[in-house]
């Protein structure tokens, strides 16, 4: 079983849905990072969470420490969104990232 | 632009051959970062270094070696290239810790 699992691998939805990837990991960890990689390859962290809740425009990520688990929404979504969503987290004993498989999202005009 | 610079961007060379990725972190940042995805994996951890010291090895080969210079930027070598070494490689830095990443636009590696 791997550490880090998300959830769905893939995703098509149209434009304006409202979008929910998931995230669930099995160690103990500091902090958990959702970052966005597009076609081209470039990645782009979103978010950095250790607890709560953290929302940047039209994305929002939250994070259950208890359940060991982390959602990442997107409301409004648009076909610019389309991209890879890799959930990435920090181990509390090592420091070290430990990445999920990445969910890919394509939004359809 | 992220803050971390990362050359080149495309680099096309031959099996048997040995490259030289670099890496500038963000201003500020210690930690230095490598990752290498390639088509059929996700992204994995090779290296860490952190003030210039080597602070955590993941799945690097031998054939690969790194080192953070005092001025903080970071090379990654690559040598006798195989045609799977083909793969986006990934330069990422940090304060340190917790903190958060900065990840560089990549360097894309073919061998051909």
């Known amino acids: 079983k791997n550490e880090v699992e998300q959830s769905p691998q893939n995703l098509t939805a149209q434009e304006g849905e409202f979008i929910t990837i998931n995230c669930s990991y099995s160690?103990?960890?500091?902090?958990l990072h959702w970052l966005q990689q597009h076609p081209g390859g470039g990645i782009v962290s979103l978010f950095m969470?250790?607890?709560?809740?953290k929302k940047h425009g039209r994305l929002i990520a939250t994070i259950n420490i208890q359940e060991k688990h982390s959602s990442l929404h997107i409301t409004a979504s648009h076909p610019r969104d389309s991209a890879v969503y890799i959930c990435?987290?920090?181990?509390?004993?090592?420091?070290?990232?430990?990445w999920g498989a990445g969910t890919k999202l394509i939004i359809k005009p | 632009d992220s803050g971390v610079t990362q050359t080149p961007k495309h680099l096309i060379t031959a099996t048997g051959q040995r490259v030289t990725l670099r890496c500038s972190p963000r201003?500020?940042?210690?930690?230095v970062y490598w990752y290498q995805q390639s088509l059929d994996q996700g992204l994995q951890f090779l290296i860490q270094?952190?003030?210039?010291?080597?602070?955590a090895k993941g799945n690097i080969l031998e054939r690969f070696s790194a080192q953070q210079f005092p001025d903080l930027h970071s090379e990654l070598n690559l040598s006798s290239l195989e045609l799977g070494d083909s793969a986006l490689y990934f330069c990422?830095?940090?304060?340190?810790?917790?903190?958060?990443?900065?990840f560089g636009s990549g360097t894309r590696l073919t061998v051909v």
């Open positions: 969470l250790s607890s709560g809740k």
């Open positions: 270094y952190y003030n210039g010291e080597e602070r």
């Open positions: 201003s500020g940042d210690l930690s």
């Open positions: 990422a830095s940090s304060v340190g810790g917790s903190y958060g990443y900065t």
């Open positions: 160690v103990g960890i500091s902090a």
């Open positions: 990435a987290v920090l181990m509390d004993s090592n420091y070290q990232l430990i």
